[in-house]
């Protein structure tokens, strides 16, 4: 009995963990909308501890399960929560179990999902910004309004750019 308690402080620490981390990527959205980079990379530190914390909680999780499953005579070395939940005979601890599972899987699909929009945002950031660099690198030859026509002999005398290249 005293694995199963440990293993509901475990679920509990991994919904809190994953609600932390939902949080989070609305922060990152609000950060990725705003354009606000000193935001985005404090809340991307967060979230990499979050997710190191993620992974060590889903770690001892899946060592506890693997006990449990011994000590009922059966090797499952990636006991899900769906197998405890078979191999349960109590009606509460079947329960408890299928509520935290129910809402894991409802955070983890929010998270899916936020995530999703996220990377919509950063990619369309990025094609912003790289669009913004081709203006400004854009070569004086290569403007057909207030540059020169271009040489005759197809040669460009010098192409200015942003970035110094020999450097």
Do not use: C
């Amino acid at each position: 009995m005293v694995k199963w308690s440990h293993l509901y402080e475990l679920l509990d620490n991994l919904i809190q963990l994953h609600k932390a981390l939902l949080s989070l990527s609305h922060q990152k959205k609000d950060a990725l909308v705003q354009g606000d980079v000193d935001q985005l990379l404090a809340v991307t530190t967060k979230e990499k501890k979050l997710i190191k914390a993620v992974d060590a909680a889903e770690n001892a999780r899946l060592s506890l399960v693997t006990q449990i499953f011994a000590e009922q005579g059966m090797k499952r070395e990636n006991g899900t929560l769906a197998d405890l939940i078979k191999l349960t005979t109590s009606p509460e601890e079947k329960t408890r179990l299928m509520n935290a599972r129910e809402e894991l899987t409802q955070i983890v699909s929010e998270l899916r999902q936020q995530n999703e929009v996220n990377q919509q945002l950063l990619e369309q950031s990025l094609s912003f910004v790289n669009m913004t660099l081709d203006l400004v690198t854009d070569t004086p030859e290569d403007d057909f309004f207030y540059g020169r026509s271009p040489r005759s002999d197809g040669y460009r005398s010098h192409t200015r750019t942003f970035f110094n290249t020999k450097a």
